[in-house]
């Protein structure tokens, strides 16, 4: 098992619709990057349009890249990225911040390839890892992210629904996670393929962490069902648990998280937050900066765990490469077999 740390690297204030954003975060990331440089940890920094246009970030994570410290990757929020279309949700930090896969392809194919051409322009290597902005993704954009010479997703958050959640007004929302599950997978188009590790998301409380057809069914109906829903506020809160610091999490609970991706045999555990989470103030998480010091002492101890049960970090491109290398090497054993 390998760590994958992603940070959605993105501007301040994402939901101040219709005005310029602010970078500010940004200068906060040198501390957080000399954390990971202490625990050998590469993280993977999925950067938005405006952290492109940002002069400080250009240097830091054009050094960070250069120096094999971190990976630069793309982080496609479709409201900040060009082209914009003058059209209720397709404008500029529009009040509506659609998902990328409500995109018509076309559109999203040229928001695709001005980003990653920004990256590029801006931090010296071309892009080959990807998030979408509120975890947008579908075939439609795995496609896009193909053609574009793209390796690796980490879109899929695993039994969760973000259907209910709405991008354009009158669109049908998020994607669907709920019958996905922590394990990598392929997508294949053209006889290339994108490898998708999703976010690291798990129940962690039995019955739930062991029976996944049950913990499916939860998951589904637990909304719209009173029993379920007395279960969850008695024995499930907090179900399925991500791994990604939150306040209420310690270092304990992350630990958990652990154990159930080594029952499965996981080969990559990908944790994920935001760059506005490294600013006091600038995220509902951590308010101020005693808070910000708890976030550092949580991280600290995490990455302390991870060295102590020998885990070592990895990238999102890296894993792909190693992913894609040892699919090819069991379909050749597979072939071998056969003849």
Excluded at 106 to 111: Q, V
Excluded at 163 to 181: A, Q, Y
Excluded at 316 to 332: G, T, V
Aim: net charge negative; proline share 5%.
């Amino acid at each position: 098992m390998k760590f994958i740390l992603t940070i959605d690297t993105e501007g301040d204030n994402q939901w101040d619709h219709g005005k310029d954003l602010t970078t500010e975060n940004i200068r906060y990331i040198p501390r957080f990057q000399e954390l990971c440089n202490k625990f050998s940890v590469k993280p993977v920094y999925l950067v938005t349009s405006e952290v492109c246009n940002d002069s400080f970030a250009r240097k830091i994570f054009y050094d960070f890249s250069h120096n094999g410290l971190a990976e630069i990757g793309t982080h496609l929020h479709s409201w900040t990225t060009p082209p914009f279309l003058d059209r209720d949700g397709f404008r500029f930090n529009d009040r509506q911040h659609i998902y990328a896969s409500e995109l018509p392809e076309e559109l999203l194919d040229e928001k695709l390839q001005y980003l990653t051409a920004q990256i590029e322009s801006a931090f010296g290597k071309k892009p080959t890892s990807f998030r979408s902005g509120r975890y947008g993704f579908n075939e439609a954009v795995a496609r896009s992210l193909i053609k574009n010479d793209y390796l690796i997703d980490s879109s899929v958050t695993p039994y969760t629904d973000w259907s209910t959640n709405k991008g354009l007004i009158e669109g049908r929302g998020g994607p669907n996670f709920l019958e996905r599950t922590p394990e990598p997978f392929l997508y294949e188009h053209n006889k290339k393929y994108l490898v998708e590790i999703p976010v690291t998301i798990m129940p962690t409380i039995f019955p739930l962490n062991r029976f996944r057809t049950f913990a499916g069914h939860y998951f589904r109906n637990v909304d719209q069902s009173l029993s379920l829903r007395i279960l969850r506020q008695i024995l499930f809160r907090n179900q399925p648990l991500w791994l990604r610091p939150f306040d209420w999490v310690g270092v304990s609970l992350l630990g958990k998280l652990l154990n159930e991706a080594a029952y499965y045999d996981l080969p990559y555990i990908v944790m994920m937050f935001h760059s506005s989470e490294l600013m006091p103030g600038c995220s509902m998480y951590w308010k101020d900066q005693e808070a910000i010091e708890k976030l550092y002492s949580l991280l600290t101890g995490f990455f302390s765990m991870l060295s102590q049960r020998n885990i070592d970090s990895i990238t999102l491109s890296e894993a792909a490469r190693e992913y894609i290398q040892n699919y090819s090497l069991k379909k050749n054993e597979m072939k071998l077999e056969l003849i």
